[in-house]
Nanobody
Framework: VRLVESGGGLVQAGGSLRLSCATS????????VSWFRQGQGKQLEWVAT????????HYADAVKGRFTISRDDAKRTGYLQMDSLKPEDTAVYSC?????WGQGTQVTVSS
């Protein structure tokens, strides 16, 4: 099983980034996809989840209305579209699928 996040980087406040979570070796369509983040010196924080059916999406209050989670089962890939980014969104973002985790991708938002 392998999960690889990409799409992180440095962006100014108010900007956007789209994170990807490419998977292999897992029955992707059978599992929920979740995104988590961890800022420096902070605890791991759940960000969003999309159900395996794609019919339900849930967001942490801190990102609701700004972030959109999605999935493409044909590509076995999950996504996190992040808009209206704030400096407090700075963190390492990781995806989780079926109990497996990726290595994370750094997102830095400058003020």
């Amino acid at each position: 099983v392998r999960l690889v996040e990409s799409g992180g980087g440095l962006v100014q406040a108010g900007g956007s980034l789209r994170l990807s979570c490419a998977t292999s070796g897992i029955a992707f369509s059978s599992f929920d996809v979740s995104w988590f983040r961890q800022g420096q010196g902070k605890q791991l924080e759940w960000v969003a989840t999309i159900k395996y059916t794609g019919s339900a999406r849930h967001y942490a209050d801190a990102v609701k209305g700004r972030f959109t989670i999605s999935r493409d089962d044909a590509k076995r890939t999950g996504y996190l579209q992040m808009d209206s980014l704030k400096p407090e969104d700075t963190a390492v973002y990781s995806c989780a699928v079926g109990g497996n985790w990726g290595q994370g991708t750094q997102v830095t938002v400058s003020s």
